[in-house]
């Protein structure tokens, strides 16, 4: 096995299936390191901004810090045409692509892509970075994967709004199907990443990331099922000083999660798992986490207001990704109610807006918060922070709903204007 050596002394490349922010960034960081390195995405668009040196998505660059466009005249390909991979040669392989779609695990496109794999290399070794439902690599890789392959699995948890959470800098584990692969993988992935936990196997590997992503997916509901059965009380008061605990987060109720990984942690385990009703909390937290927007827009509905202006889409605030965002099917359901809806969020432009929600994106912000008789701030983006005073003296409403907490200080202000200020988790919020 001359994996390393080969991608060392640059006589063979890394091939990367799937640019998007984990590919892409798999991509950059080995090209960084002198390695050449060719990415394979199935959209065209992509491909050619990514040939130009063009990311289009702000927040990545941000988060990678360096620009690829130095690195494509020497290390970085990027192709569509699974041709120029066969004639490329390459024998390692990292799979990126997607892993969901619509809220819910999916496997197809991780099973073209090995089956791709197979048909432009002969022989080499695998390295799958795309989240995994448990069992998965038993189930369907080891029958598709040619005994001349060998296969690691290694999670991602970059988190792309802050870049000291980078490939380079964050913990990491990887699974190998062999034992005798594991110093090669190691090597390999040492290249970039500076901490990595080694698991005892691929399975190992493959059920972490779903894991510690459920973890956080039960907190994040149990917060707000402690919010609806304790409706009369602070409490979010109550978990601020929960957390203050030395073993224990501090999370808020609020609009919920969003996004690629938590809303479908728990997913990825109840469909790995052998007895699924054994797991009950996981059941639970789908099921509340997915309802309490829907709980927040029928209180909304239940004051009575009638133009709605909802700030931000994002699931995140200071990212451009609305993946499940928790806002979609709150502006759907208030539309449905015939109440009027439009959305203010910085990331994104009146079609954009229109597409995700269809619904108009406020044309003269902030000033025209005037005009709505309810404002939901919904996701605490910097942008917000800087125009607070133009947002707060732009209001004329009878309710504002504040998810994040980011108004909580001006509750005199509130009080003053005859403005009905909710804050999520609070006394009577729902
Ligand atoms: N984004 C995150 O924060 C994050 C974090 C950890 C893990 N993950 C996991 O990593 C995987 C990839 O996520 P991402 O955020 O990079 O997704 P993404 O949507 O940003 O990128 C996926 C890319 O794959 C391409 N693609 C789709 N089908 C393909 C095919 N058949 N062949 C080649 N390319 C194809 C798409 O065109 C797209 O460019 C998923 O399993 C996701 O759960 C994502």
């Keep these: 096995m001359k994996y390393y050596k080969n991608i060392k002394n640059k006589s063979k490349s890394i091939c990367v299936w799937g640019c998007g922010y984990i590919g892409l960034s798999t991509l950059a960081y080995f090209a960084k390191k002198n ?4 990415g ?22 941000k988060w990678l810090g360096f620009s690829i466009k130095k690195l494509i005249k020497n290390n970085l390909k990027f ?3 699974l041709e120029v991979i066969k004639k490329e040669n390459p024998e390692i392989h990292f799979v990126c692509i ?10 197809k496109i991780l099973i073209q892509t090995i089956k791709s794999i197979m048909k432009t290399s002969s022989n080499g070794l695998i390295i799958i970075e795309s989240t995994l439902t448990p069992g998965t690599s038993d189930k369907f890789l080891s029958k ?15 988190w792309f709004v802050d870049n000291s959470k980078t490939l380079e800098h964050m913990d990491r584990i990887y699974g190998c199907n062999t034992s005798k692969i594991e110093p090669e993988v ?10 990595l936990h080694k698991a005892s196997n691929h399975k190992v590997a493959e059920m972490v990331k779903s894991f510690e992503n459920a973890y956080r997916h039960v907190d994040i509901a149990l917060a707000n099922q402690l919010s609806v059965a304790y409706p009369n009380d602070n409490i979010r008061e109550v978990l601020r000083l929960v957390g203050t605990k030395w073993n224990i987060g501090t999370f808020y109720p609020g609009f919920g999660s969003g996004g690629y ?4 942690s728990s997913q990825y385990v109840l469909r790995g798992a052998k007895i699924k009703k054994k797991l009950s909390i996981l059941k639970n937290t789908i099921e509340i986490d997915k309802n309490i927007n829907l709980m927040i827009a029928k209180s909304i509905v239940k004051e009575k207001v009638k133009k709605i202006a909802v700030l931000g889409l994002s699931y995140k605030a200071d990212l451009k990704v609305s993946t499940l965002s928790p806002i979609i099917d709150f502006c759907k359901y208030l539309k449905q109610k015939k109440l009027k809806i439009e959305l203010f969020d910085p990331y994104y432009n009146n079609q954009e807006t229109k597409n995700i929600v269809n619904c108009n994106k406020i044309k003269t912000f902030p000033n025209g918060l005037s005009k709505y008789d309810c404002v939901v701030f919904a996701v605490d983006h910097k942008y917000f922070l800087e125009k607070k005073k133009q947002i707060l003296n732009s209001l004329n409403c009878k309710l504002f709903f504040d998810n994040t907490g980011f108004f909580k200080q001006n509750l005199n202000y509130f009080k003053k204007k005859g403005i009905n200020y909710k804050l999520a988790g609070s006394e009577n919020w729902l």
């Design 35 to 38: 390695v050449r390195a060719i």
């Design 261 to 264: 990984c938590i809303p479908l």
């Design 186 to 195: 190691f090597k390999i992935l040492s290249i970039v990443c500076k901490k």
């Design 98 to 107: 997607p892993t969901e779609k619509n809220g819910l695990p999916l496997n």
């Design 79 to 81: 192709t569509n045409n």
């Design 144 to 158: 598709l994967i040619s005994s001349n392959f060998n296969f690691a699995v290694a999670p991602r948890r970059d």
């Design 40 to 61: 394979y995405d199935v959209n065209k668009k992509v491909v050619n901004d990514l040939k130009k040196g063009k990311i289009k998505n702000d927040d990545f660059k």
